[in-house]
């Protein structure tokens, strides 16, 4: 709110004629129309002297300073009121300055107050927005920790599952152990039940053994499974530790004895005997050996013994076959 500055202007027609004669002197006072004001404050308008009364100054009427005629005498009363409402004008306008310094510091206080509100506003702003954004964090950490828990129970489960595994593991690498075994075990076997050999003597002519033992030989092969019988050596040679069958039959010369020996790894094991005065006579033996892989078994005719021969049949046969690896 703003007052206005007011500036009064209050004119009095004291003179009655620019002719007018003044108290003191007595002397006429003639001032033309269009003349310059008196330093009083008179002029001369419309034919008559007029005195304008300003509030910046207080001066006596028209005429001589003191000097007034008994219309200047009421004129001085109404200028002294004019002084008056003068003073009170001057101080409602000292008022009125020191109310709008009130005003204008009071309407800074407010653009203040009104860009603090706008700050806070803004601040409140960001603080809702902080607020929301901790809400979803919150929010997001509950849900994370959720997810964690559960993790971590999958992760026990699949640990828990891990064990299982390897427990399983260890029981399937002993069953696998096992079962090499067993195809180990049957793969022997197999070899083993392919381990027999059947060998016979057509040689036409008598084996005689005069002076010393010997070694008999064979020259027909009925079987040999495996090949673990040695042609070449006439002997038996065993590829598996097991407990083996050997059978050997023979024909003795005639009128003379015949005695065979079954030979392991140069040691003799038993014999066979055949012995007829006038004819020939057979002989045979059958025995089960436990072998040691590589043992050899051979026969050999007895020093002093003769076996008969014949090339159309065969009278002596040697045979052996696994019964069981041991």
């Known amino acids: 709110m703003y007052l206005l500055r007011l500036e009064i202007v209050l004119t009095l027609f004291v003179c009655q004629a620019c002719t007018s004669t003044f108290a003191?002197?007595?002397?006429?006072?003639?001032?033309?129309p269009?003349?310059?004001p008196e330093p009083n404050g008179c002029t001369f308008e419309d034919g008559a002297c007029v005195y304008k009364f300003q509030l910046s100054h207080n001066q006596g009427l028209c005429g001589n300073s003191g000097q007034a005629t008994a219309a200047g005498s009421e004129s001085q009363d109404v200028v002294s009121k004019l002084g008056d409402a003068s003073a009170a004008i001057l101080k409602l306008q000292a008022q009125q300055d020191r109310t709008e310094g009130q005003v204008k510091e009071l309407h800074e206080m407010v653009n203040g107050l009104t860009r603090i509100i706008e700050a806070e506003r803004r601040n409140n702003t960001k603080l809702n927005h902080i607020e929301t954004l901790v809400t979803?964090?919150?929010?997001?950490?509950?849900s994370q920790s959720s997810l964690v828990l559960k993790l971590s129970g999958q992760q026990q489960g699949l640990s828990t599952d891990l064990q299982l595994t390897k427990d399983e593991n260890k029981r399937l690498a002993a069953d696998l152990k096992t079962a090499k075994l067993m195809l180990n075990?049957?793969?022997?076997?197999?070899?083993?039940?392919?381990?027999a050999f059947a060998v016979g003597r057509s040689k036409s002519q008598n084996l005689v053994a005069?002076?010393?033992?010997?070694?008999i030989t064979f020259d027909k092969i009925f079987s040999n499974h495996g090949s673990n019988f040695d042609a070449a050596n006439s002997l038996f040679r065993a590829p598996v530790a097991g407990a083996y069958m050997f059978t050997m039959t023979m024909l003795s010369?005639?009128?003379?004895?015949?005695r065979v020996y079954?030979?392991?790894?140069?040691?003799?094991?038993?014999?066979?005997?055949?012995?007829?005065t006038v004819d020939a006579a057979t002989g045979t033996n059958q025995v089960i050996l436990d072998l040691k892989a590589g043992d050899e078994v051979w026969l050999k005719l007895a020093k002093g013994h003769a076996i008969h021969g014949n090339g159309a049949s065969v009278y002596f046969t040697f045979t052996g076959h696994l019964l069981f690896t041991i």
Request: glycine letters at 10%; aromatic letters at 6%.
């Open 34 to 36: 269009g003349s310059k």
């Open 253 to 258: 010369n005639h009128g003379s004895a015949g």
């Open 24 to 32: 003191q002197t007595g002397s006429p006072v003639t001032q033309k």
């Open 185 to 195: 075990e049957m793969r022997n076997k197999t070899e083993t039940d392919k381990i």
């Open 262 to 276: 079954l030979i392991r790894n140069g040691a003799y094991e038993t014999e066979m005997f055949g012995y007829d």
């Open 136 to 142: 979803n964090l919150q929010q997001t950490l509950q």
């Open 210 to 215: 005069s002076t010393t033992d010997i070694k």
